[in-house]
């Protein structure tokens, strides 16, 4: 059993940054990868990045690739989202969460986790 808990989520002006955290409890978090999702009201939970369980892989959908960073503190039981360039479309709330896979392993689909936080709110706007 794995508990996840975001923070880090808040308002922030275009162009500007935030770093959500993820931390996670339960002895096999470092055996899992985390994925991040955001969504907003009337639209289904989007993939945005996923990291594997090494921390050696990661992944990002094409509207934040080369904006925003995924990584994992393993010492802290917890994996990092770095976005930067925020745009207004990216408000959302953002989800963390995990599922235990082998080594390498990145996946995209909601529906592959097992393990969901409860979200953190990201708003864009001036």
């Known amino acids: 059993q794995v508990q996840l808990v975001e923070s880090g989520g808040g308002l922030v002006q275009p162009g500007g940054s935030l770093r959500l955290s993820c931390t996670g409890s339960g002895d096999t978090f470092s055996q899992h990868a985390i994925g991040w999702f955001r969504q907003v009201p009337g639209r289904e939970r989007e993939f945005v990045a996923g990291i594997s369980r090494g921390g050696t892989k990661s992944s990002y959908a094409a509207f934040v690739e080369g904006r925003f960073t995924a990584s994992r503190e393993y010492a802290k039981s917890t994996v990092y989202l770095q976005m930067d360039s925020l745009k207004p479309d990216d408000t959302a709330v953002y989800y963390c969460?995990?599922?235990?896979?082998?080594?390498?392993?990145?996946?995209?689909?909601?529906?592959?986790?097992?393990?969901w936080g409860q979200g953190t709110q990201v708003t864009v706007s001036s």
């Open positions: 969460a995990a599922a235990p896979v082998l080594p390498g392993k990145i996946l995209v689909k909601a529906e592959e986790y097992q393990y």
